[in-house]
């Protein structure tokens, strides 16, 4: 009797802990019950995967009846850097419907750990795309929630609401893009004629007549011109020596060019974490709407946040376009 009872002991709490891995996706009415229904359903099911294979230490099981090919690649890439798991039993949130006809969900809040201590862990928000007939499309960490829209308000037209929606969403993929590690992504988004300009900070020579006192202003910002190449095989050699890319975009600010109507400048404050360097930064993108499935980079700069003032951030007054 005594052996029974502690058998259904040990069962409670198996089936407790199995519980508390579940995540379930409970989304606002649409016309179409069904396809609601089975949106939430593989949600639900990525969700609890996530937890799962985070806890077991493992990776999530990824139904192909579930999911595009594309986005099974994807979130395998992620995981392979990110782990992460959702804290929550309950989600209740809005079914978006997307100006490419998708579905998105968002305000998915997620745990993952950088290191082995209690400041390790971080909090991201994710972002499910689905398609039109309820299949998981892609993942990714996406923009808090409230400055999500307000950068999608500010768009004076149509024309600029979906292009700023757009915008939004590719510069989300792209920041997890280098989560994942994500090469052959990241080199597609940026036109074989990008330029790219980094800011390396270097001492300025203490025999210098013009030496100032401040040991803040001993150090300069020297602006390195590289091609698109050569960030590509640089980003190579940080994506080899560094098991983990966390990458995270605060202060975003969207500008239209006042002349040329499909040309956007995205400005961005660039917090960049690997397991061997950490760093903090303006992030400018100069965007090109040209083909608007197909978005493309011209012009990519990071200056170090530390030794950069305001008037010194590089933006889209900083370059002349020549059509």
């Given amino acids: 009797m005594n052996e029974l009872k502690l058998l259904i002991a040990g069962l409670l709490i198996s089936v407790s802990l199995c519980a508390q891995h579940r995540t379930q996706v409970y989304l606002s009415p649409t016309g179409n019950p069904t ?3 089975k949106i939430q359903k593989n949600a639900s099911y990525l969700l609890t995967e996530f937890n799962v294979a985070f806890m077991e230490e493992k990776s999530p099981a990824l139904n192909e009846v579930m999911f595009s090919e ?12 990110s782990p992460f798991y959702c804290e929550e039993t309950e989600i209740i949130t809005n079914l978006v419907t997307r100006t490419d006809r998708n579905y998105e969900i968002r305000n998915i809040s997620l745990v993952f750990q950088i290191g082995d201590t209690e400041d390790s862990l971080h ?11 309820g299949l998981i499309d892609n993942f990714y960490f996406g923009l808090e929630r409230h400055r999500y829209q307000d950068l999608l308000n500010a768009g004076n037209t149509v024309t600029d609401y979906r292009r700023r929606q757009i915008i939004l969403d590719f510069v989300e993929n792209f920041r997890t893009a280098y989560n994942r590690k994500d090469l052959p992504y990241i080199r597609d988004v940026f036109s074989d ?3 790219i300009i980094v800011g390396k900070v270097v001492e300025v020579d203490e025999n210098s007549p013009n030496m100032l006192e401040s040991s803040f202003e001993k ?3 020297e602006l390195i011109r590289m091609n698109k190449q050569e960030y590509i095989d640089r980003l190579t050699r940080v994506f080899s020596v560094n098991q983990f890319i966390k ?15 499909r040309i956007y400048g995205v400005t961005l404050l660039q917090h960049w974490t690997t397991s061997s360097y950490a760093d903090v930064g303006y992030l400018f993108l100069m965007i090109d709407f040209k083909d608007e499935d197909n978005p493309m980079i011209h012009v990519r700069t990071w200056q170090p946040e530390k030794y950069t003032s305001a008037d010194e951030v590089i933006g889209l007054g900083d370059f002349e376009i020549v059509q």
Avoid: C, M
């Avoid at 594309?70 to 850097?81: D, V």
């Avoid at 990458?247 to 109507?261: A, S």
């Fill in 35 to 37: 396809l609601l229904n």
């Fill in 193 to 195: 004629h990008a330029l």
């Fill in 123 to 133: 909090y991201e928000e994710g972002v499910i795309i689905l398609t039109p007939t």
């Fill in 70 to 81: 594309s986005a099974r690649r994807a979130i395998q890439s992620l995981w392979k850097t």
């Fill in 219 to 221: 150090k300069k910002v």
């Fill in 247 to 261: 990458v995270g975009f605060d202060d975003i600010e969207i500008f239209r060019h006042p002349l040329y109507e």
